[in-house]
């Protein structure tokens, strides 16, 4: 079963250049989230979706950042225009879940994408 | 101060070692994760557990809910069990999960 996919696996752009990532998750799991991970430091929540819901996107810049998942599997997270402080890996996990039961299920991740804002 | 803590920040160890790796968190939970990030930056889901001990291979991991604590150990540690191990908690109150800084680890021929 292929896992959670990620492309580009590394970009490098200029600052003020927009950017996009793509994330096709596991097939079957109706809930993805993006994550942002700065270098020694764990992973931070972006959004999270429930198929085509986001469900949690407090803690998304919303002045540069937006993320769309319009049929409920693939998603695409963009950066416009991107600052030099966004440069970090940006993760795509995915699950399958059922909120209002207190489960708990496991995340699979992706192999991330490394941007680097020049 | 952090929700979910770990220590140490920086581990190394010789091949061969008994290795622990400790997690504290302060909020209510409904389970805890250990995850190991390669470098390059794939994450691997190691456990997830709500009590008691799990143990898979040269791994285990114990969590107490009293405490608010957990530990993975590592036994016989060889050089490809060097990464970064992540605790990762999803509380009770919110369906989110929350990540701490991670344990370095290298372990040395």
């Known amino acids: 079963e292929a896992g959670v996919v990620q492309s580009p696996r590394y970009k490098i752009i200029e600052k003020k250049q927009p950017v996009a990532f793509w994330c096709n998750p596991i097939?079957?799991?109706?809930?993805l989230y993006w994550y942002r991970q700065n270098l020694g430091q764990g992973p931070e929540l972006l959004i999270r979706?429930?198929?085509?819901?986001?469900?949690?996107d407090s803690q998304l810049p919303k002045d540069r950042f937006s993320a769309e998942r319009l049929k409920g599997v693939d998603s695409t997270l963009k950066i416009q225009p991107a600052e030099l402080g966004d440069s970090a890996v940006y993760l795509c996990?995915?699950?399958?879940?059922?909120?209002?039961?207190?489960?708990?299920?496991?995340?699979?991740f992706g192999p991330g994408t490394r941007l680097t804002v020049t | 101060k952090n929700e979910v803590e770990q220590s140490p920040q920086n581990l190394t160890a010789q091949e061969g070692e008994f290795i622990t790796i400790n997690c504290s968190y302060s909020?209510?939970?409904?389970?805890l994760h250990w995850l190991q990030q390669h470098p390059g930056g794939g994450i691997v889901s190691l456990f997830m557990?709500?009590?008691g001990k799990k143990k898979h291979g040269r791994l285990i991991a114990t969590i107490n809910i009293q405490e608010k604590h957990s530990s993975l150990h590592i036994t016989a540690s060889h050089p490809r069990d060097s990464a970064v191990y992540i605790c990762?908690?999803?509380?009770?109150?919110?369906?989110?999960?929350?990540f701490g800084p991670g344990t370095s680890l290298s372990v040395i021929p």
């Open positions: 996990a995915s699950s399958l879940e059922r909120t209002g039961t207190g489960s708990t299920y496991e995340q699979y």
């Open positions: 097939s079957g799991h109706n809930t």
């Open positions: 979706y429930e198929n085509e819901e986001a469900v949690d």
């Open positions: 909020v209510g939970i409904s389970a």
């Open positions: 557990l709500s009590s």
């Open positions: 990762a908690v999803r509380k009770t109150s919110y369906d989110k999960v929350i």
